[in-house]
T-cell receptor, first 114, second 115 residues
Framework: QKEVEQNSGPLSVPEGAIASLNCTYS??????FFWYRQYSGKSPELIMF????GDKEDGRFTAQLNKASQYVSLLIRDSQPSDSATYLC??????????????FGQGTTLQVKP | NAGVTQTPKFRILKIGQSMTLQCTQD?????MYWYRQDPGMGLKLIYY???????DKGEVPNGYNVSRSTTEDFPLRLELAAPSQTSVYFC??????????????FGDGTRLSIL
């Protein structure tokens, strides 16, 4: 079992719809959770982080964390063609917080169709 | 503000050759990281450093070496290039390791092919 799992997609949504991206993790003690966006041929850029159960909103983006289910998700409201990218989920394991070592999932490719 | 700078951007090596991927940051960050990303995959940590003179292995360190003699620089060395090392390499840095609000900043990457 991979430590951080994502559906590789592609996930295709029409412009204006809500895109829902999901991630599960195996280490129950994982502490911090991140969503990175990566455009084709570019480096990852951080769009959201969350470390408490519940929802965290930032503009059109909402991160949701459920530690009991070991599940983190990213919702993108009013999806735009410019949101088309690969979204990488990353976690920091229990005991790694002083090093910042990130464990990445394989990423989900999102396609937003005009 | 340059951020994290990686050189070269592209390189083709022959099997058995050696090379050093350069990474420098101008943000006075203590923590630095090297990742590789294979096609269609996420990033895997090769080595990391929590400060000058301190380095440690990540998930996939075999075939690589690092050094950290200054805060700014964190070069990655491939001693005997193998086709399995064909990948995109990203360097990243952060001010601290334990605060989610101090995220890792990534360089633009080095695309390396071993033929």
């Amino acid at each position: 079992q991979k430590e951080v799992e994502q559906n590789s997609g592609p996930l295709s949504v029409p412009e204006g719809a809500i895109a829902s991206l999901n991630c599960t993790y195996s280490d129950r003690g994982s502490q911090s959770f991140f969503w990175y966006r990566q455009y084709s041929g570019k480096s990852p850029e951080l769009i959201m982080f969350i470390y408490s159960n519940g929802d965290k909103e930032d503009g059109r983006f909402t991160a949701q964390l459920n530690k009991a289910s070991q599940y983190v998700s990213l919702l993108i409201r009013d999806s735009q063609p410019s949101d088309s990218a690969t979204y990488l989920c990353a976690v920091i394991r229990e005991g790694s917080s002083n090093t910042g070592k990130l464990i990445f999932g394989q990423g989900t490719t999102l396609q937003v169709k005009p | 503000n340059a951020g994290v700078t990686q050189t070269p951007k592209f390189r083709i090596l022959k099997i058995g050759q050696s090379m050093t991927l350069q990474c420098t940051q101008d943000m006075n960050h203590n923590y630095m990281y090297w990742y590789r990303q294979d096609p269609g995959m996420g990033l895997k940590l090769i080595y990391y450093s929590v400060g000058a003179g301190i380095t440690d292995k990540g998930e996939v360190p075999n075939g690589y070496n690092v050094s950290r003699s200054t805060t700014e620089d964190f070069p990655l060395r491939l001693e005997l290039a193998a086709p399995s090392q064909t990948s995109v390499y990203f360097c990243a840095s952060s001010l601290t390791g334990d605060r989610a609000d101090q995220p890792q900043h990534f360089g633009d990457g080095t695309r390396l092919s071993i033929l």
